[in-house]
T-cell receptor, first 114, second 115 residues
Framework: ETGVTQSPTHLIKTRGQQVTLRCSSQ?????VSWYQQALGQGPQFIFQ???????GRGNFPPRFSGLQFPNYSSELNVNALELDDSALYLC?????????????FGPGTRLTVL | DAKTTQPNSMESNEEEPVHLPCNHSTISGTDYIHWYRQLPSQGPEYVIH???SNVNNRMASLAIAEDRKSSTLILHRATLRDAAVYYC????????????????FGTGTRLQVTL
């Protein structure tokens, strides 16, 4: 069973640019959530995708957007990057069929905005 | 969101048991208690969850107070590989998707394990 993978592992962008981060869910999982983790803080929920539609959003502006594909892989897009967007971006997959609905996290993408 | 309170940090010697406490006085009847941990340079990892009864798995045990207002994660024999930030999270067990199913992380307890 393949775990959750994310790419790239590290990324450096400049303010105002756009970035796309990718996530491959664990096999059989139909839900993917994205989290942002600033240094020294716990992860913060960005949004969740279920059946290829956004299904819940945290306190993040519309320049954070995403996609979920039929194979349950996902993308996180961030437009007009700001310095405060520098963080570790985590994706987590889960299945609505799992009792307890535990989430399985990838290793994250470290984004640095200069 | 229901809130939890955990100590910022704890220390343990290797091979000894560790009891990580969590207070959740505002827990509702449908909230499950989840524990995740995050090792250095990794994403969070599920550890255990429970509702009312104590739970055991290969990683840890979860002891839940009778009034459910507190719980304790027990690592029976700490190893250096258990050094991580441990998060105690409440989550509505009836909701599997959407914003209400999100994990709300606090700052957790940083566990240091020494030889």
């Amino acid at each position: 069973e393949t775990g959750v993978t994310q790419s790239p592992t590290h990324l450096i962008k400049t303010r105002g640019q756009q970035v796309t981060l990718r996530c491959s869910s664990q096999s059989g999982h139909n839900t993917v959530s994205w989290y942002q983790q600033a240094l020294g803080q716990g992860p913060q929920f960005i949004f969740q995708y279920y059946r290829e539609e956004e299904n819940g959003r945290g306190n993040f502006p519309p320049r954070f957007s995403g996609l979920q594909f039929p194979n349950y892989s996902s993308e996180l897009n961030v437009n007009a990057l700001e310095l405060d967007d520098s963080a570790l971006y985590l994706c987590a997959s889960s299945s609505t069929a799992l009792v307890g609905n535990e989430q399985f996290f990838g290793p994250g993408t470290r984004l640095t905005v200069l | 969101d229901a809130k939890t309170t955990q100590p910022n940090s704890m220390e343990s010697n290797e091979e000894e048991p560790v009891h990580l406490p969590c207070n959740h006085s505002t827990i509702s009847g449908t909230d499950y208690i989840h524990w995740y941990r995050q090792l250095p340079s990794q994403g969070p990892e599920y550890v255990i969850h429970g509702l009312t009864s104590n739970v055991n798995n290969r990683m840890a045990s979860l002891a839940i107070a009778e009034d459910r207002k507190s719980s304790t994660l027990i690592l029976h024999r700490a190893t250096l590989r258990d050094a991580a930030v441990y998060y105690c999270i409440l989550r509505d067990g009836h909701i599997y998707t959407g914003t209400a199913s999100k994990l709300t992380f606090g700052t957790g307890t940083r566990l240091q394990v020494t030889l």
